[in-house]
């Protein structure tokens, strides 16, 4: 997800943490739960990590010890993970280890993942292009994998406004753009990953994950608005000028309280 310059990625993470939570579909993670009985520690694998908002999530509702390997390729994000995983402690109270690698996480293969009994990711997979998803399937196969909050494209934003649809258009456009030779498949990522494990002869269960925004997260909705809305313009450079006073009503709405926000996303386990 783009957003403005006016906070750093590692702020928009931390924003953004609590939706990304209260989103995730905890059914699947239960599903997975029995697999991972057994193992001690149990070693999970969390891809572009960022600065651990997955694996303190997980880590605080799965029993046991377990091992943290978290997998970024920005070693600023990477720097903050042992800050923000103090005091995390597993559902029984026993031990989260935690150690971090930096590099390029669609390089992995299978032998990067040996270790784990389970490999996760949030908001990961729309900023893959379909040969990257090959590859992360791949090298997963074999283990339970659990994506959470993958973008599907769809947004509800409650009142209506006339240029919603226009936003939400170009915005789609803008996540499946080519970045430097990669075509990112940005709200198609899902399809892709379900069809790629598929291939593999994986089964995967699918569930909505959507962001529920209202006034108690009206400064989320409104770094979201001013996010989603930019990307809209870079990729529809003629929307700039209807949508300054789009931007308006919108941020003053959800200042008001007034404004809520559906952002539909999808969680998948595979192989749990």
């Known amino acids: 997800m783009t957003v403005e310059e006016t906070l750093s990625f590692a702020d928009w ?18 599903a997975v739960r029995p697999r991972l009985v057994g193992t001690t520690p149990t070693v999970i694998h969390d891809l572009g990590s960022g600065t651990g908002s997955m694996s303190r999530w997980v ?11 978290l997998h970024d ?19 029984d109270g026993a031990p989260v280890t935690v150690s971090t690698r930096c590099g390029d996480l669609t390089r ?17 997979l729309d900023m893959l292009t379909a040969d990257e998803i090959e590859r992360v399937v791949a090298a997963c196969v074999g283990r339970p994998t659990l994506f959470a909050v993958s973008v599907t494209g769809r947004v509800l934003l409650t009142p209506a406004d006339p240029l919603d649809a226009a936003v939400e258009a170009a915005f789609n456009e803008h996540q499946r753009r080519t970045v430097d030779g990669r075509r990112l498949l940005g709200p198609d990522a899902v399809a892709a990953t379900v069809a790629a494990f598929t291939r593999h002869g994986v089964d995967v269960r699918e569930r909505p994950s959507p962001w529920r925004l209202g006034p108690e997260q009206a400064d989320l909705a409104a770094e979201w608005l001013r996010g ?6 870079e990729q ?10 789009y931007a308006r009503r919108r941020l003053d ?17 595979a192989g749990g």
Not at 15 to 22: G, I, M, S, T
Not at 73 to 91: F, I, N, P, Q, T
């Open 236 to 245: 529809r450079p003629e929307l700039a000028g209807p949508a300054r006073a």
């Open 13 to 30: 993470l931390r924003l953004r943490e609590p939706a990304d939570a209260a989103a995730r579909a905890e059914d699947l993670l239960d």
């Open 73 to 91: 390729r920005d070693a600023e994000l990477l720097a903050r993970v042992a800050e923000g995983m103090a005091g995390v402690v597993a559902a």
């Open 59 to 69: 880590a605080a509702r799965l029993p046991g010890p377990q091992h943290w390997v």
């Open 228 to 233: 989603w809305l930019g990307a809209a313009c």
């Open 108 to 124: 992995l293969d299978a032998a990067d993942l040996a270790d784990a009994s389970l490999v996760t990711a949030s908001a990961l």
């Open 253 to 269: 709405e959800a200042a008001a309280g007034q404004l809520t926000v559906l952002v539909e996303h999808s969680d998948l386990l």
